[in-house]
């Protein structure tokens, strides 16, 4: 392999290595979200965020079965 094809290839690898860096777990729902940020808030003696609503409970569509 010449330059020209090495370089491009070794910052195509760097780029995708990097893009995967992030924090490992469970993704948050945003009232969960809200919920740490007004709990953070309250221990950091900060003006309260709203109160968060929950969520609305899902109602299954009859077509969901198909997806």
Same mark, same amino acid.
Do not use: F
């Given at each position: 392999m010449n330059v020209q094809?090495?370089?491009p290839l070794i910052? @195509?690898?760097?780029t995708v290595g990097? /893009? /995967?860096?992030?924090?490992k777990g469970p993704l948050d729902t945003p009232y969960q979200a809200a919920v740490e940020a007004r709990e953070e808030a309250e221990r950091n003696d900060e003006p309260l965020p709203?109160?968060?609503?929950p969520p609305v409970r899902d109602r299954p569509f009859? @077509?969901?079965r198909l997806i």
């Open positions: 094809k090495t370089v910052l @195509l690898c760097l990097l /893009a /995967a860096c992030g924090r709203p109160e968060p609503q009859i @077509l969901d």
